[in-house]
């Protein structure tokens, strides 16, 4: 379905294009009308001096070709009607198609994030080491993009709970609550989801880290 509404949107803006070339030639056919009505009367005062056997060949010739300049443009006037009305009805399709294949592939963020709470009870070894918070704010997602963020995410919250959060004891030590929090948060941008992953834990130590970099 999505490759049939993909081949339509580029049906569409093909025609979009031989409507715009069409508009062209609309114009430059009317251009010349008006050229062809300005060398009319220039026509009129030549025949003046011409016999009336070849002033009345000139008038029909004159005449023959003035019929098929309107004729011209009326056709190109009525296909240029017909056109941006078939244009107009197939964007409203490819829009209609569009809207009604995201509606099946987008998914509620809402169970996706919470799958994540197990992942944190296991990495913890311990339900009272972290608990996981969710914010998703009802926010839906296609369903491909959230395969491809899983990992990632995955990967976050365990390095939270194995490398951010410190253990009850130490956090006991710290005036901190011995469980850990974990708080994933979604957010709308515009035409941008933002998720957020943030823990209390004291993270990594930067001062050790930057020692063993420097030796």
Known sequence: MQSNVGEMVAIRLQQDDSLSLLNDLQRHVASMATQWRTLGSEIREFKQHLSPTLSV????????????VKQA????FHLSQQMGSQTGQLSLLCDAMDTGLRAIRMMPLGPF?????????????SLEKVTLEC???GIEIDRLVLEHIREPILHLVRNAVGH??????????????ETGSIRIRAELRGDYVSIAIMDDGAGFNRERIFKK???
Do not use: M
């Open 57 to 68: 060949k000139l008038d029909s010739r004159v005449s023959t070709f003035t019929a098929a």
């Open 73 to 76: 443009e009326r056709q190109l």
């Open 113 to 125: 994030l919470e799958s994540f709470r197990a992942t944190a009870r296991d990495a913890a070894r």
């Open 135 to 137: 914010d998703d704010r």
């Open 164 to 177: 951010g959060i410190e253990t009850p004891e130490n956090r006991q030590a710290l005036s901190k609550p």
């Open 213 to 215: 970099h420097l030796h």
